[in-house]
């Protein structure tokens, strides 16, 4: 494929090295030219290189992403309110979403010639990029909030990239980066959240849920949203497949936020085309609680054109989300993909959503990576071995 | 496929709801005939029911486990002295190999019509059981030992299990559950480490890894082993295949355990044809710590008849080959993980494995559940925002 970059908002394009964002101040993406494209015949072993045709990289590196499983959740469908699928992205190399544009990047950096690769993250992101970095052999620098717990700095320290805690100002510092890439000689390359090469990666998950569909398509998807990357990536997926003329309609996109720091929730109620940073609050939602998002506008943009929506939801629903899907479908995930199934709960019940509507929910990541405040006793008794069969009829019997 | 049991040593055959061990003491598995079995039409997003005509129950139930990547890690050949394929695990939907084994096992429980399922397990399999159990719709007894670390019993807890932490001997628990399951009414069935049903679902590894080498064959699989299900689920794949008429050739299995901790290598290397409880060291590698393995001789079979071996490695080996695989491979995998890789290397060192030996290993577990002591200072700095530049020329340029 060629590797010239678009903005989706004015058109104008770019070479790709040349920046990550438009003149206009838009994020770009990938141009893709996906007429007569099909659905590829090799088997799914291949995870998201399956797509190698419609990405901006021919050799892959490090652990491979995708073929994450799509899981009819029949149990969950009286809470949900429609016909529920889930795609657990947790089970993605280091337990994210994240993995899927970490690998296109990590494999450009390397075959482009860049010594270093660079991100700022709350956590997924930054573990991500510094497992690939390692399994390519590139030296990888992950910028974090000063305040991230020291418990998720130990998981990405095992890959040995530099840690840098930063005080400041996360959006700032998320275009300080980019500025410095391409305002500087130094020899790194940033793949932040929403910038091209991720973008590009992130389509993949779009490309799976739409060919595990196909022949029909999913009346929605819906996802939680932080930045905005993730979005604009199964936004992508769609329009890439509507143009190879592989879909019979379009799905709608859904995009949920938490509560307490939903700048994009909050433009889409307000019917503003843009979207501004705003003050948050606390939410238990860290890995999504990004008060200035800089794919915002292209994510709202991404809802209306679909005809979906973008909606928020306070934490207490994402905790009784949280629990329903650890207790009634056996997976256990982060607040911030939660959040996605609390928002399905409330489309439904606002009637965005309906009964006989096909739905896809992405997980976006493994809950399994942090530690939560869960009661154990009341769930567990020491016993002694002679007395097995008494403890075990009364729980059984009891 | 009939559901009939089969003892692998004498050939007694049972009822499949009759017994789990055979009247001769040794471990029962499914008598399956794979004459005319093929590999199957059907895409890999099933994951490992894929081969649900060789499995004994027909609905599936829970998260999908299989379809796990096998990634080439040339990266890693010369530490390991071997042309080195990996099977990550991990990637499984609770982190673990053992959502195929309790895959199976769940959903054989919840046709049969049991409202109880239990386990004997360190860790991952009480996780992996009450998860699925979850999904089922069952309930859950896990038995731990009381020593298990409360951060362990978090994540179990989040499924909403029974806990019942045992004091006393491990093996004996492991014997006094199955005795009591098929000496009471109790409506109560366990699978097991090494159980009938576990192992058939074990099996689909060892399927999955040869018919992505078909029609080569590799020349090894090296494994950890703790109980012996899994190693016996891997040579029951190698049998059904070759009854089949799938493989060319056998490959080798080779099983690798804890120094500390090492029965079944024990009676490897002293030429016994019987593994015999030890009275075991302290290891690292917690999740294969057995010290009376229920299907320690069936492993040791299982090595001897494939021309393979059983082997130990000290802790020290083990510690530098699960740092290996972090900052090489960019896999994160647990302790008793990485004693497999430390294993090949070893077995490499002493010959048993050539240079131009495609050997895959399977890492049976994420690293990411548990915390290490990694030094975290080592590799990060608190920085100002203003300092941006500064700081990463000075990591770039340094």
């Given at each position: 494929?060629?590797?010239?970059?678009?903005?989706?908002?004015?058109?104008?394009?770019?070479?790709?090295?040349?920046?990550?964002?438009?003149?206009?101040?838009?994020?770009?993406?990938?141009?893709?030219?996906?007429?007569?494209?099909?659905?590829?015949?090799?088997?799914?072993?291949?995870?998201?290189?399956?797509?190698?045709d419609v990405l901006p990289v021919s050799e892959p590196i490090g652990p491979t992403p995708?073929?994450?499983?799509?899981?009819?959740?029949?149990?969950?469908?009286?809470?949900?309110?429609?016909?529920?699928?889930?795609?657990?992205?947790?089970?993605?190399?280091?337990?994210?979403?994240?993995?899927?544009?970490?690998?296109?990047?990590?494999?450009?950096?390397?075959?482009?010639?860049?010594?270093?690769?660079?991100?700022?993250?709350?956590?997924?992101?930054?573990?991500?990029?510094?497992?690939?970095?390692?399994?390519?052999?590139?030296?990888?620098?992950?910028?974090?909030?000063?305040?991230?717990?020291?418990?998720?700095?130990?998981?990405?320290?095992?890959?040995?990239?530099?840690?840098?805690?930063?005080?400041?100002?996360?959006?700032?510092?998320?275009?300080?980066?980019?500025?410095?890439?391409?305002?500087?000689?130094?020899?790194?390359?940033?793949?932040?959240?929403?910038?091209?090469?991720?973008?590009?990666?992130?389509?993949?998950?779009?490309?799976?849920?739409?060919?595990?569909?196909?022949?029909?398509?999913?009346?929605?998807?819906?996802?939680?949203?932080?930045?905005?990357?993730?979005?604009?990536?199964?936004?992508?997926?769609?329009?890439?497949?509507?143009?190879?003329?592989?879909?019979?309609?379009?799905?709608?996109?859904?995009?949920?936020?938490?509560?307490?720091?939903?700048?994009?929730?909050?433009?889409?109620?307000?019917?503003?085309?843009?979207?501004?940073?705003?003050?948050?609050?606390?939410?238990?939602?860290?890995?999504?609680?990004?008060?200035?998002?800089?794919?915002?506008?292209?994510?709202?943009?991404?809802?209306?054109?679909?005809?979906?929506?973008?909606?928020?939801?306070?934490?207490?629903?994402?905790?009784?989300?949280?629990?329903?899907?650890?207790?009634?479908?056996?997976?256990?995930?982060?607040?911030?993909?939660?959040?996605?199934?609390?928002?399905?709960?409330?489309?439904?019940?606002?009637?965005?959503?309906?009964?006989?509507?096909?739905?896809?929910?992405?997980?976006?990541?493994?809950?399994?990576?942090?530690?939560?405040?869960?009661?154990?006793?009341?769930?567990?008794?020491?016993?002694?071995?002679?007395?097995?069969?008494?403890?075990?009829?009364?729980?059984?019997?009891?």
């Open positions: 494929m060629n590797r010239r970059l678009r903005c989706y908002d004015c058109g104008e394009t770019f070479e790709v090295d040349e920046r990550k964002r438009c003149v206009c101040g838009e994020p770009l993406w990938f141009d893709v030219d996906t007429a007569g494209f099909e659905w590829p015949d090799e088997d799914w072993t291949a995870g998201m290189w399956r797509y190698v995708g073929t994450t499983p799509l899981v009819r959740a029949e149990e969950l469908e009286e809470y949900a309110g429609c016909r529920l699928s889930l795609k657990p992205e947790g089970q993605n190399p280091t337990g994210s979403f994240k993995d899927r544009g970490t690998a296109v990047g990590v494999s450009y950096a390397a075959a482009t010639g860049y010594d270093w690769i660079g991100t700022v993250s709350h956590g997924n992101m930054a573990l991500s990029t510094s497992a690939y970095a390692a399994s390519a052999g590139l030296e990888a620098a992950v910028f974090v909030p000063a305040d991230t717990p020291p418990e998720r700095l130990e998981l990405i320290a095992r890959h040995d990239p530099r840690i840098f805690r930063v005080e400041g100002d996360y959006g700032q510092l998320y275009a300080d980066t980019l500025a410095l890439e391409h305002g500087s000689d130094l020899d790194v390359t940033f793949v932040n959240s929403d910038t091209p090469l991720r973008v590009a990666g992130q389509k993949t998950v779009g490309y799976e849920i739409l060919e595990e569909f196909e022949p029909d398509v999913p009346d929605a998807i819906v996802l939680p949203v932080s930045s905005g990357g993730h979005a604009s990536g199964i936004w992508k997926a769609v329009r890439e497949l509507e143009d190879a003329g592989l879909l019979e309609e379009t799905p709608r996109l859904y995009f949920v936020q938490a509560g307490p720091c939903d700048p994009i929730a909050t433009a889409y109620r307000e019917g503003r085309d843009e979207v501004t940073p705003i003050d948050p609050g606390e939410t238990i939602a860290v890995s999504i609680a990004n008060s200035d998002p800089p794919s915002g506008t292209r994510t709202l943009r991404a809802a209306r054109e679909t005809g979906g929506a973008v909606v928020s939801v306070p934490d207490e629903a994402t905790r009784e989300a949280m629990d329903r899907l650890a207790t009634t479908a056996g997976l256990s995930v982060e607040p911030s993909s939660a959040v996605a199934l609390a928002g399905v709960r409330q489309l439904s019940e606002s009637s965005k959503l309906a009964p006989d509507d096909d739905v896809v929910t992405v997980l976006t990541g493994s809950g399994y990576k942090e530690r939560y405040d869960v009661d154990v006793d009341s769930r567990a008794r020491t016993i002694d071995l002679a007395d097995l069969e008494d403890e075990l009829a009364a729980a059984v019997d009891g």
